[in-house]
């Protein structure tokens, strides 16, 4: 009996702000138990890309979060607004970044700027044999100067490894 293959895992995304598109590929993912503000258990699945500022040559990581109900194999549903960390709501996502605004040896995090999902929609889906979970998503939040930007993209995770759930 041959050993099924299965596609590679990735988390790309496109986030569209009003005067340029960032491409969104993630180089590291997590994926979390959680429990939401009500109890609910849930999975967060966090994709992390780092970057480097083309203005300042800062080192940042733009993030991704999306907070999924574990008893739900499948979905699509609506995603409702996100909260502030470490507070989550099931059926939700927020985008973030992670400035290094001084750059020093001990490489230490200045910044952390939230831009909390409010609105969108996810379809997702696991494998039978629950080796991978895959999906895609969109939602909307609010950059810096209170414009609305969009955040679309898709995953394929390997439910093995660091993130086995």
Same mark, same amino acid.
């Given at each position: %009996?041959?050993?099924? #293959?299965?596609? /590679?895992?990735?988390?790309? +995304?496109?986030?569209?702000?009003?005067?340029?598109?960032?491409?969104?590929?993630?180089?590291?993912?997590?994926?979390?138990?959680?429990?939401?503000? #009500?109890?609910?258990?849930?999975? @967060?699945? %966090?994709?992390?890309?780092? #970057?480097?500022?083309? #203005? @300042? =040559?800062?080192?940042?990581?733009?993030?991704? !979060?999306?907070? $999924? /109900?574990?008893?739900?194999?499948?979905?699509?549903?609506? $995603?409702?607004?996100?909260?502030?960390?470490?507070? $989550?709501?099931?059926?939700? +996502?927020? &985008?973030? *970044?992670?400035?290094?605004?001084?750059?020093? /040896?001990? *490489?230490?995090?200045? @910044?952390?700027?939230? &831009?909390?999902?409010?609105?969108?929609?996810?379809?997702?889906?696991?494998?039978?044999?629950? *080796?991978?979970?895959?999906?895609?998503? =969109?939602?909307?939040?609010?950059?810096?100067?209170?414009?609305?930007?969009?955040?679309?993209? &898709?995953? !394929?995770? $390997?439910?093995?490894? /660091? !993130?086995?759930?």
């Amino acid at each position: %009996m041959a050993n099924p #293959t299965y596609p /590679p895992e990735e988390f790309k +995304a496109l986030v569209e702000y009003a005067n340029k598109d960032i491409d969104f590929v993630a180089n590291k993912i997590n994926i979390v138990d959680s429990v939401d503000i #009500t109890g609910v258990a849930c999975w @967060t699945i %966090m994709a992390f890309q780092d #970057t480097v500022n083309e #203005t @300042t =040559g800062s080192k940042e990581v733009n993030g991704i !979060h999306i907070y $999924l /109900p574990k008893n739900s194999l499948n979905g699509e549903v609506d $995603l409702s607004a996100g909260l502030s960390p470490p507070d $989550l709501v099931k059926n939700s +996502a927020n &985008y973030f *970044k992670i400035v290094d605004n001084i750059p020093d /040896p001990n *490489k230490n995090v200045d @910044t952390i700027v939230e &831009y909390l999902g409010n609105g969108g929609a996810i379809k997702y889906k696991w494998s039978e044999d629950r *080796k991978y979970v895959e999906g895609n998503f =969109g939602f909307q939040a609010i950059d810096g100067n209170s414009q609305p930007f969009k955040v679309n993209g &898709y995953f !394929h995770i $390997l439910n093995k490894g /660091p !993130h086995t759930i």
